[in-house]
């Protein structure tokens, strides 16, 4: 097929002339189909290969820049789609052996990772929420959760001198900060 000849071709096939379309597909068909079989596909892959190069052209039979040149698209696209197929083989490994395949997968399906995202976002959000909280408590009670939350902890003697408290009122004010900052979460619904 003559380039000037495609060239027309498409573009009487973007005006919808199905004549046109109808005579691209044979006269440039026998060169996708020597671009997917000099990839040694199997059969089944090389007719979805075919299929998608034809899709794809269609898909942007308007937008091609140089109508002329439709052949050298046609073939570009057909080696990219049929080493698309080859990449994803790869990473299939046929076996028969039933060990193998009764064998747990370590990798997370995509539902499991997006439900795993999720999840890892909601507890972001408490944790959000409880800082929010922890900061609207008074400062006494933001003083000494921090203390409290070091890491190795304190003793309650360290904590009596580093805040001024009795050693004795150390436990029962922590557990009124606990129960307030719970209150507080309880109330905004983040626990």
């Given amino acids: ?16 002339d199905a004549a046109a ?6 006269g440039l068909s026998p060169l996708v189909w020597s671009v997917v079989r000099a990839h040694r596909l199997s059969e089944a ?6 299929q998608t190069v034809w899709f794809r052209f269609a898909q942007h039979l ?3 820049r140089e109508p002329d040149k439709a052949g050298s698209w046609l073939a570009s696209t057909a080696r990219h789609e049929s080493l698309k197929v080859l990449k994803s083989l790869r990473r299939l490994t046929p076996t028969d ?53 070091a890491s190795p902890p304190p003793s309650y003697q360290e ?12 436990g029962p004010l922590r557990q009124r900060c ?14």
């Fill in 62 to 64: 308007g937008r091609i």
């Fill in 45 to 50: 892959d090389a007719h979805e290969v075919y």
């Fill in 97 to 149: 052996d039933p060990q193998l395949l009764d064998r747990v997968s370590e990798d997370r399906t995509p539902e499991q990772s997006f439900l795993d995202l999720e999840e890892a976002a909601a507890e972001t959000e408490r944790i959000r929420h409880l800082w929010q909280e922890f900061e609207e408590l008074g400062d006494r009670c933001r003083q000494l959760l921090r203390v409290l939350m």
């Fill in 21 to 26: 379309w109808k005579a691209l597909v044979e």
């Fill in 1 to 16: 097929m003559d380039r000037a000849d495609v060239g027309a071709l498409v573009q009487s096939a973007v005006d919808g």
């Fill in 178 to 191: 606990l129960r307030r900052l719970r209150a507080r979460l309880e109330a905004r619904g983040a626990v």
């Fill in 159 to 170: 904590v009596s001198a580093a805040l001024g408290i009795a050693v004795g009122s150390i």
